[in-house]
């Protein structure tokens, strides 16, 4: 299995691991929330659940406060507490690559990663790769490239390129089609998916090239 | 009851009765250049896909909704001899349970006369029959609960083969038995006959395995009331045949208190074309709580219990001349749909590619305690394809004719199935174009190399059952005071790029900048009926209604145009937001005065989907190509390249044609190489469920190296536009050309499918004697 694809499964480098949360896990109190999206449940009922636990989290350049039970994962979190729905649900097991995120600037698996796993670190969601209303450069490669079909697997296939011409910023077609390895298309529209890639480390250079 | 089984049998075939009757107005495909029509253009809603802008039914995520889960049998087949839900009700979060003996919950299901199944039916087929279910306030409280059902089950024997299945004393799935019935038998010519003047002829078995659909967003419906009406979410290929209707007869309610949305869809490939039970699941404990509920699969679910191309075990027998004249051929096909009545028909290319004047076809099916089968991409053809394709290769080599040069003698410019020539067949451009472009004679004519890795190239032919497309289908086009155009459609665009071809001809007929034209599209209160996306006739069936509706805009402004600057209509055109004169450009007038003048401030046209031209048969066609490399070593297979000829009539949009055409080969080679579904002998019980052992191509299968060549027939009969489905023809002969391959490459011929390394080291390790 290649590097990218393994790493991806693993919990973040400083996280603490699932097992070692929960046993450490108290029925401490919990200090009020901010949840933007959030279904207007009463706390109460929430909190009935386990011994939540208050979570800041950094998701796109802004910190959040978020109520969650240490069980919820990053990939719950983000999407039905925060309303960020870029990131996708594919399997909530770690092998379809749908709902890819960075974390510190690594794609990672939001549905393997523990919402309080996930406290301290820089998370980026597909939303976060926006100016604005301005798609940003693997964004529109993959417009430009048509390098999707059904879509639903492309926010994972873009934050996979994204974390990968981060590190590196000249793939080979072997070094792209490796970093793409850990995200599914059913579509199959890999093709495209490559030409994207290409084209986006085109645009990124341009970019960098154009702010110097 | 739901009769939406009786839908998808259906939906194979009303194009193929051929509809008659005078268009009202003739309007023929264009001849000359096209001003965006062909081009390659970006989707229309690729900002809102890469964006994460698009609203996918998974992400509805409303005030107040509470998560569904479902509990289900984990057991190939038992009886529920007790439901307990007490302790689960009392669970945190917990709003509501749903068994079969709650109010309202006892509905017939599956079909049949006496329905086969219900919604929750203590008599369980197989393993994921639901059983009951839940909705809590978190998914996590859902799940908790429903892990908290005691259910009493009675385990019962179970078959998962035919020959178990039809043993005397078998357990029985079904009242009437666990067959289907008698063979169904097709006949042309008389094949005994045929196989006697043959110089030739080959016999061989062929078994192609269980493939799941296993799209990228799993199933899943959001269900909200509101008095006594209903809005329902849902990933699906029709909001109105697969949802509305169905739903509405399914909880008694009439059509018009039903509102069914899907903008966009992730995925499908046929395992999208029901209600569900999780669907109705949802409606009933959204109406106990109030409150909308949210139902989504899991991806364990997904696998189990929504659908899959069936098994399909084929003899075929064919006869040949030695100058390539094909004699007689005769299919002989086993299935099973699993638990429940489906089709596992795969006779047709066998009917109808090739010109064979003796043919039989005799298929038969029987019930096993296993997941149901659904309509998957090109139902049956990819099945087919594996045995005729095979065996046309197995010819050529007999009688020393190149694959390709044996198929183009073979080559029919008439239906034989309909006795009705085709608008258009591009079966021999697609062979010969494919073949030049591939390097084909090159290719076969390299030297075999000694070494541990084996190169071979195969190809191979096809076509699909449908793809015509008819009516009904209604589009509305409208276009305002500034020339804006919107147009309006049921269709969904289950990513094949419906929402952008219906752009694009808009565009094209009103002389209108792409840019300017929007989409609104599958919302059942707010877009006119479509039919399913199925059957690859969304883009035949749609798109020559929205030119329709556009040409209507086009004619009216064009009338108040003449009417206002005294020319005549034919000497006007319209471009973007004026009509004007074309021998005296200074006439002219803008669309604004046009609609003003006549009291408007936006034109409406409603295009309907003209009838079919009456005797004749309109058929999509493909020619594969491939190259692989075997490591005889491991058994390891390595597509290295690929190319795909496909004719469909007119191209639309050349970037969506050719992205259809790279993802029909992706699964293709998936369905040759890698996907089956695994039962456990012992218990019955799905082995490989999940996506790590249900494995599909990744980015490290699929070829860099992957051409399309687009055949354009120039039909100007087949409808207004001149196109054709495209997205099931483009995956028919792909895993039969990569077994043509691995044969070249190796010298055995694997015809069992999928072609795993064992399977390869077995038949070199039986080569070797």
């Known amino acids: 299995m290649p590097e990218d694809h393994e790493s991806k499964c693993c919990h973040p480098h400083h996280g603490i691991s699932r097992r070692g949360f929960l046993s450490s896990v108290g029925a401490g109190t919990v200090a009020a929330v901010s949840m933007r999206g959030a279904p207007p449940a009463p706390a109460q009922e929430i909190l009935a659940g386990a011994g939540a636990v208050t979570v800041s989290l950094r998701i796109n350049g802004t910190a959040r406060k978020v109520l969650v039970e240490p069980r919820w994962t ?139 | 009851m739901s009769t939406y089984w009786e839908d998808y049998d259906g939906y194979l075939h009303p194009e193929m009765q051929g509809t008659t009757s005078a268009a009202a107005e003739e309007l023929r495909p264009w001849t000359g250049e096209t001003r965006v029509v062909g081009k390659a253009l970006p989707r229309v809603d690729a900002y809102e896909r890469v964006s994460g802008a698009a609203q996918y039914t998974a992400d509805v995520i409303l005030p107040d909704m509470l998560y569904a889960a479902i509990l289900r049998c984990p057991h190939a087949h038992a009886m529920v001899k007790s439901v307990d839900t007490s302790a689960a009700e009392k669970m945190p979060g917990v709003m509501a349970v749903l068994t079969g003996k709650s109010p309202g919950a006892d509905i017939p299901w599956y079909g049949g006369k006496p329905p086969q199944s219900k919604l929750f039916d203590p008599h369980c087929r197989y393993e994921g029959e639901e059983v009951a279910a839940v909705a809590a306030q978190t998914p996590y409280q859902a799940w908790d609960a429903v892990r908290a059902i005691k259910v009493e089950y009675e385990e019962l024997p179970f078959v998962l083969d ?81 949802v509305l209707f169905p739903l509405a007869r399914t909880l008694g309610i009439p059509v018009n208190k039903i509102r069914v949305i899907c903008r966009y869809m992730g995925g ?66 086993v299935s099973t749909p699993g638990a429940y009545s489906a089709s596992t028909s795969v006779g047709f290319q066998v009917l109808e590619l090739y010109r064979c004047p003796n043919v039989m076809v005799s298929e038969r099916a029987f019930y096993t305690n296993a997941g149901r089968a659904r309509a998957f991409r090109a139902p049956g053809h990819p099945q087919c394809s594996w045995a005729l394709e095979q065996m046309m290769d197995m010819l050529a080599e007999k009688i020393g004719m190149d694959p390709v040069d044996f198929r183009l003698k073979n080559f029919t410019e008439v239906s034989q199935t309909r006795k009705l020539p085709y608008t258009s067949t591009g079966l021999r451009e697609c062979l010969i174009e494919g073949a030049a472009k591939f390097g084909w004679k090159e290719a076969r004519a390299r030297k075999k190399e000694d070494g541990p890795i084996r190169r071979g190239v195969g190809m191979a032919a096809g076509m699909w059952q449908g793809g015509a497309g008819s009516p009904p289908y209604t589009a509305e086009v409208r276009m305002f005071v500034d020339g804006g155009v919107t147009v309006k459609t049921g269709a969904m665009d289950i990513g094949t790029g419906t929402k952008t071809v219906a752009c694009v001809v808009a565009a094209e007929e009103l002389n209108a900048r792409l840019e300017n034209v929007r989409i609104v599209n599958a919302d059942t ?147 040759a190489l890698l996907e089956k579904r695994v039962l456990d002998n012992q218990t019955g019980k799905m082995c490989n469920l999940n996506l790590h052992d249900y494995k599909m191509i990744t980015s490290l299968d699929a070829p860099a190296d992957h051409q399309v060549v687009a055949i354009d027939p120039n039909d100007y009969e087949c409808n207004n536009v001149g196109c054709k489905g495209l997205g099931e023809p483009a995956t028919v002969p792909t895993g039969a050309a990569v077994a043509n391959a691995i044969y070249d490459a190796i010298g055995v011929r694997p015809t069992h499918g999928p072609i795993e390394p064992r399977t390869i080291l077995e038949l070199l390790a039986e080569k070797r004697g």
Request: charge should be neutral; glycine fraction near 10%.
């Open chain 1, 74 to 212: 990053l990939l719950y979190v983000v999407r039905d507490l925060l309303g960020l729905t870029g990131t996708k649900v594919g399997c909530e097991r770690g092998e379809c690559g749908a709902c890819t995120v960075l974390i510190d600037g690594r794609p990672r698996y939001a549905c393997m990663t523990l919402a309080v796993e996930a406290e301290g670190h820089e998370i980026t969601t597909l939303e976060g790769l926006m100016d604005g209303e301005k798609l940003g450069p693997v964004q529109q490669a993959f417009v430009e490239e048509d390098a999707f079909q059904c879509g639903y697997c492309t926010p994972g296939q873009i934050m996979a390129v994204e974390g990968l011409l981060r590190r590196n910023p000249n793939p080979t077609i072997e070094e792209i089609r490796k970093g793409l390895s850990g995200n599914l298309c059913r579509c199959s529209a890999y093709k495209h998916i490559f030409n994207a890639a290409a084209k986006a480390a085109e645009l990124k250079r341009r970019k960098e090239g154009g702010a110097q």
């Open chain 2, 162 to 242: 035919e020959e178990s299945a039809l043993k005397a004393g078998a357990p029985k799935l079904h009242e009437s038995g666990n067959s289907l019935g008698d063979p169904r038998v097709t006949r042309r010519g008389d094949v005994e006959k045929g196989f006697a003047e043959a110089d030739v002829v080959l016999e061989e078995t062929f078994y192609t395995s269980v493939q799941i659909h296993v799209p990228m967003e799993s199933h899943v419906s959001v269900v909200k009331w509101d008095g006594d009406r209903l809005t329902v979410w849902k990933s699906t290929q029709g909001v109105y045949d697969a």
């Open chain 2, 268 to 333: 499908a490939f046929g395992s999208k074309l029901e209600v569900g039970k999780h669907t109705v699941i949802a409606a009933l404990m959204a109406r106990m709580t109030g409150r909308p509920v949210k139902a989504m699969l899991s991806r364990e679910e997904s696998l189990l219990c929504v659908g899959n191309r069936p098994e399909a075990k084929m003899t075929l027998k064919a006869g040949v001349k030695k100058d390539g004249t094909l004699t007689a051929l005769q299919l002989t096909n």
């Open chain 2, 525 to 671: 209160a707010a877009t006119p009926y479509a039919q399913n996306s199925a059957g690859s006739m969304t883009l035949p069936g749609l798109i020559p209604a929205v030119r329709r509706g556009a040409w209507l805009v086009k004619r009216q402004l064009i009338a108040w145009g003449a009417e206002a600057l005294g020319v005549p209509a034919e000497d006007l055109e319209l471009r973007e937001n004026t009509v004007s004169s074309r021998s005296d450009p200074a006439k002219k007038r803008t669309v604004e005065e046009l609609m003003r003048a006549h009291g408007v401030m936006d034109v409406i046209g409603i295009g309907n989907r003209d009838p079919n031209p009456a005797g004749r048969a309109i058929n999509p066609f493909a020619a594969h190509f491939v190259e692989v490399e075997v490591d005889t070593r491991t058994g390891e297979v390595r597509v290295v390249r690929m190319l795909g000829a496909n004719e469909s009539g007119r191209v639309i949009n050349r970037k969506t044609f050719d992205n259809q055409v790279f993802g029909g080969m992706g699964q293709g080679v998936g369905f």
